[in-house]
C-alpha cells in the first residue's frame, strides 16, 4: 500500500548545527505535506506545511524542500537548539477531498538530538 | 481558547475490559479525527467523523473497536475486550468545519492505554 517512510530513524547533532530530516513518499497523489514535532508525552506539534505545486517554503528557522521528482522531503532546522529535540515525522494527504479528506499518512519518525 | 482536550491521560485496563477514550475538539471545531501510535512508530489513522457521522472508518479494527461523535459531548472511541496488543497512545485530532489537514489541523496530548 501506499506510505511514507524517513531515510534515518536517529539524528545527533551539536547546539547551533543545521539539522536535516528526509522523508519519502510513496503516493504520486499527495497533493499536501506537514511536518509534525513531538515531545515525549506529548502530541505532534505543527512545524511547517508545503502544497504540491511548491517546491521550498521557508518558516521561522525551518525550510521543508519538496522534490516530487523522486518524491522526497525535507526539513531543514537551522541552527538547532536543545529545545529542538524531539521526534520529528512527516505527514501527507494524499486523498485531499471526498471522503478521505482530512486523513494524514505518516512517517516513522525521526528522533532527533542537540547536545549542549 | 483551550485546545483539544482528552482524558484520561493515562488509562490501564485488564484483558476483556473495556477502554473508553474522550476526546472534546477545539472550540468551533467540528470534524475530529482518531489515530493510534505503538511505541516507536508513526500515528495510524483510525477514524474520522463529524457530528453524528462517520466520515471515515477505513483504519478502524473490524471488531471490538467503535467510535461515535454525538450531537451533545464529547467524542468516544471504545474498545470492547482489550487485549495487551491495544496497548499505545491515542491521539485525536480536531479540525474547523472546512474540514481536512489543511486547515487547523490541530492533536490533542493523547491517552496512553496499558492493557495488562
Known amino acids: 500500500g501506499e506510505s511514507v517512510g524517513l531515510h534515518l530513524p536517529t539524528l545527533s547533532v551539536q547546539e547551533g548545527d543545521n539539522s536535516i530530516i528526509n522523508c519519502a513518499y510513496s503516493?504520486?497523489?499527495?497533493?499536501?505535506f506537514i511536518w509534525y514535532k513531538q515531545e515525549s508525552g506529548k502530541g505532534p506539534q505543527f512545524i511547517i506545511d508545503?502544497?504540491?505545486?511548491?517546491d521550498k517554503r521557508q518558516g521561522q528557522r525551518v525550510t521543508v524542500l519538496l522534490n516530487k521528482t523522486v518524491k522526497h522531503l525535507s526539513l531543514q532546522i537551522a541552527a538547532t537548539q536543545p529545545g529542538d529535540s524531539a521526534v520529528y515525522f512527516c505527514?501527507?494527504?494524499?486523498?485531499?477531498?471526498?471522503?478521505?479528506?482530512?486523513?494524514?499518512?505518516f512517517g516513522q519518525g525521526t528522533i532527533l538530538t542537540v547536545h549542549p | 481558547n483551550a485546545g483539544v482536550m482528552q482524558n484520561p491521560r493515562h488509562l490501564v485496563r485488564r484483558r476483556g475490559q473495556e477502554a473508553r477514550l474522550r476526546c472534546s475538539p477545539m472550540?468551533?471545531?467540528?470534524?475530529v479525527y482518531w489515530y493510534r501510535q505503538l511505541p516507536e512508530e508513526g500515528l495510524k489513522f483510525m477514524v474520522y467523523?463529524?457530528?453524528?457521522?462517520?466520515?471515515?472508518e477505513s483504519g478502524m479494527p473490524k471488531e471490538r473497536f467503535s467510535a461515535e461523535f454525538p450531537k451533545e459531548g464529547p467524542s468516544i472511541l471504545r474498545i470492547q475486550q482489550v487485549v495487551r496488543g491495544d496497548s499505545a497512545a491515542y491521539f485525536c485530532?480536531?479540525?474547523?468545519?472546512?474540514?481536512?489537514?489543511?486547515?487547523?489541523?490541530?492533536f490533542g496530548s493523547g491517552t496512553r492505554l496499558t492493557v495488562v
Open positions: 503516493n504520486s497523489a499527495s497533493d499536501y
Open positions: 505527514a501527507e494527504n494524499g486523498n485531499a477531498g471526498g471522503t478521505s479528506y482530512g486523513k494524514l499518512t
Open positions: 467523523l463529524q457530528k453524528e457521522n462517520i466520515i471515515d
Open positions: 508545503i502544497r504540491s505545486n511548491m
Open positions: 485530532a480536531s479540525s474547523p468545519p472546512l474540514g481536512g489537514a489543511n486547515y487547523g489541523y490541530t
Open positions: 472550540k468551533g471545531h467540528s470534524h
